[in-house]
């Protein structure tokens, strides 16, 4: 019988989130950049005013460096960062921050939930590297709208992976046309089944959204762990211009399909409870 990957998250994938000595990055469509070491991604999205970075990756200079160089790769220039969006408070996400906020001063932004976990429930209590290291002052939730020149981006409140992690819809454009594409912002399932009952409901929640929105790309922001993301970012890259876009599903219906994977990684995690 045909053996498949599982998702678990091994030491070998917490070592990962710490490896800062390998990068790869991708343009995926004409305004989306990804960027992402061997657990985490850090996602650019090109407006008409400038660049906002979706979390960080992990929080380590050449990371930091990684990003800057990517962004100058393709002719994007990083000084044009301006808004900095984190969907949860773990340190693979928040990731860089100190460093972004540093050299490019753009306005942060996650919910005032995850930022207190954050600062009080560091992911590695004995790793220093892991603790909050900068201030946000932008707090947002549900139904909230962030905007910078022609894009926008609608804000929900997704918690279970942490307790207020968000997720967003925005619009992204492939050759010319018009997609919308969505990120879940927390992946892994919690360990505890109250906790697997919010997720539950959270993708629930999240889905009612795609389907209004009519959303036809997802990305994630743990492409490595989950979804081949690796294999993608490739096929993006060599991508022939008769192709289709990887990250364009078949219809809105397709992220209702795509979200299954979630709800399968939580079936797996309730039965090793
Ligand atoms: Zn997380």
């Known amino acids: 019988m045909l053996q498949l990957n599982k998702f678990s998250l091994t030491q070998k994938d917490i070592e990962n989130m710490f490896d800062g000595s390998w990068f790869t990055h991708a343009q995926i ?70 460093w972004i906020k540093k050299a490019f001063n753009p306005e942060i932004y996650m919910s005032e939930i995850d930022y207190h976990f954050w600062r009080e429930k560091p992911f590695f209590p004995d790793k220093p590297e892991t603790h909050a290291d900068f201030e946000i002052h932008n707090f947002v939730g549900e139904g909230d709208e962030i905007t910078l020149g022609d894009k926008t981006i609608k804000v929900f409140f997704t918690p279970g992976h942490t307790p207020g992690g968000l997720s967003f819809i925005f619009p992204v454009y492939d050759l010319g046309t018009k997609h919308v594409a969505a990120i879940w912002g927390g992946t892994n399932p919690p360990n505890n089944i109250k906790e697997v009952v ?30 081949n993301g690796l294999e993608r970012m490739d ?23 795509y979200a299954q994977l979630f709800r399968n990684m939580c079936y797996d995690r309730l039965e090793t409870m």
């Open 235 to 257: 096929v993006a890259r060599k991508r022939f211009v008769h192709m289709p876009n990887p990250y364009v599903l078949c219809s809105n219906k397709g992220y209702r399909e």
């Open 198 to 227: 919010v997720y539950f409901r959270s993708v629930d929640h999240f889905l009612k959204q795609t389907d209004k929105y009519n959303v036809d790309v997802a990305l994630s922001t743990h492409q490595m762990l989950m979804e």
């Open 29 to 98: 469509f004409d305004d989306v950049l990804l960027i992402s070491n061997k657990s985490t991604n850090c996602i650019v999205l090109k407006t008409s005013e400038g660049l906002i970075l979706m979390d960080a990756i992990f929080p380590k200079k050449e990371m930091f460096d990684a990003i800057v160089d990517a962004i100058s790769d393709i002719g994007w220039n990083p000084k044009d960062i301006k808004k900095f969006i984190i969907s949860h408070g773990h340190f693979d996400h928040t990731g860089c921050g100190k």
